[in-house]
């Protein structure tokens, strides 16, 4: 081991316990517990989340250490995730990283979820180069999204966020009229692939700014299917490929409108993605569309570090703890917490 911090990171604002292991920017070990309970609710039930926390926490963080090769007694740090996400979720994480701080005596790192999603490009493999301050970040995931614009690693302006449902909530939302299991997003990718995306349309939400809305696409996706099944009982059955096709095609159009849109106000052509969401095929395709289209330099991190992991609110909490950004005990877990 060389002299450089080893940072323990601690990820639990919804269903997936996890834990990772950093130095120098460099991720060591990177293990998510998922929650399986929750695909026969088809969502996430967030007492069941609270009490799978429990039984995962400290087996995450044994195979988290053991994977890295290294002792308790090499931590030098504890990052964790502060919030915004489910409150009894989150409190089984915070009360962890609490605890396992005292016992160690090191510094406790409050990390921001959202900027974790961020920070996340920050990790030595996440992207061939990390971006250049400034960078426009679309933040897409089954509760958030927004558009931000981040001038340092903390310095972080919120341009446009969602003014009802997030992306995320409106494939899994779609999905589950579809009758697709949960999560539906990933289905969703898969099974548009095979299908015609122009095949249906379904209108837009005119929202101010750069803000978003996705309530009235879920609406409108729900009653066109139950009209066209009152007709036809096997409408979904025999149309799955072009309805996921033209279903995914709108919610990345209308995510993509938004990105030009704040491309052209803030003139800043350096654009990366996070969250769950930019795990999506098509708006990675989008975006690639786009360094050539239109001159922009893209970011898409690996898959690893897209979905909710422990592994960016390490690199953050490396970040922080490189400024002495430390927090203490009393620190309280938030379910909203902005940027």
Not at 216 to 223: H, P
């Amino acid at each position: 081991m060389t002299d450089f911090p080893i940072i323990l990171g601690i990820e639990s604002s919804c269903d997936d316990t996890a834990a990772a292991v950093i130095q120098n920017h460099r991720i060591l070990s990177n293990v998510i517990a998922n929650q399986k309970v929750h695909q026969s609710y088809g969502g996430v039930v967030p007492e069941l989340a609270s009490r799978a926390h429990q039984q995962n926490i400290v087996p995450v963080v044994n195979e988290a250490l053991k994977q890295a090769g290294i002792s308790p007694n090499q931590i030098a740090g504890i990052a964790f995730t502060r919030g915004p996400g489910l409150m009894g979720s989150l409190l089984v994480g915070s009360s962890f990283a609490k605890s396992l701080s005292m016992s160690l005596n090191v510094p406790l790192i409050e990390v921001n979820h959202m900027q974790g999603h961020i920070l996340a490009h920050f990790i030595e493999d996440a992207n061939e180069s990390s971006p250049e301050f400034p960078f426009l970040c679309l933040t897409v995931s089954g509760g958030h999204t927004q558009i931000v614009k981040i001038s340092n690693y903390f310095e972080m302006e919120l341009l446009g966020e969602t003014i009802d449902d997030a992306a995320g909530e409106a494939f899994d939302k779609a999905g589950k009229i579809l009758g697709l299991d949960y999560p539906s997003g990933p289905i969703i990718d898969k099974l548009a692939k095979e299908g015609n995306p122009e095949k249906f349309k379904f209108s837009k939400p005119k929202v101010d700014e750069l803000n978003f809305s996705f309530s009235g696409l879920k609406t409108a996706i729900l009653y066109f299917i139950q009209k066209e099944t009152q007709k036809n009982s096997n409408f979904i059955q025999e149309n799955l490929y072009d309805l996921c096709a033209s279903i995914q095609k709108t919610i990345i159009d209308i995510l993509m409108d938004k990105l030009e849109k704040a491309v052209e106000k803030t003139g800043i052509k350096q654009v990366a993605i996070a969250g769950g969401v930019s795990a999506n095929s098509e708006i990675r395709n989008r975006l690639l569309e786009m360094e050539t289209k239109a001159n922009w330099k893209v970011y898409i991190p690996k898959f690893e570090y897209t979905t909710d992991n422990a592994a960016m609110i390490a690199i953050a909490g490396q970040l922080k703890f490189e400024k002495n950004e430390f927090t203490d005990v009393s620190a309280q877990s938030v379910s909203k917490y902005k940027i």
